[in-house]
């Protein structure tokens, strides 16, 4: 599985940003699929996750100004990212917890813990 996050850049404190990841390869199945975030000399950390059947999960310093959405048909994660803090500033990561892959015969097995390259986002003004 290969993922391939855009949308990152510079926004001024206030604005708003939005972040996609694109899911790759034979993939039959994605579990759940997230967004998260690695600022400078830190750990990186969850901002949202969302399932295949439509549950979400936000880290609590994210709630009301996040929204994390997905499009199943597409293997897309989308994060809709309002009233951008200095504290924002980091790598955005997607992330996929689980997939279903088709191997080379078209067997199924599990892919874990897939991430992809990350997108930068700058929070100045």
């Known amino acids: 599985v290969q993922l391939q996050a855009s949308g990152g850049g510079l926004v001024q404190p206030g604005g708003s940003l939005r972040l996609s990841c694109t899911a790759s390869g034979s993939i039959i199945a994605i579990n759940v699929m997230g967004w998260y975030r690695q600022a400078p000399g830190k750990q990186r950390e969850l901002v949202a996750s969302i399932s295949a059947d439509g549950r979400l999960d936000y880290a609590d310093s994210m709630k009301g100004r996040f929204t994390i959405s997905r499009n199943n048909a597409k293997d897309t994660i989308y994060l809709q990212m309002n009233g951008l803090k200095s504290e924002d500033t980091a790598v955005y990561y997607c992330?996929?917890?689980?997939?279903?892959?088709?191997?080379?015969?078209?067997?199924?097995?599990?892919?874990?813990?897939?991430w992809g390259q990350g997108t930068l986002v700058t929070v100045s003004s």
């Open positions: 992330n996929i917890d689980r997939a279903v892959v088709a191997g080379p015969s078209n067997e199924p097995y599990y892919e874990c813990d897939s």
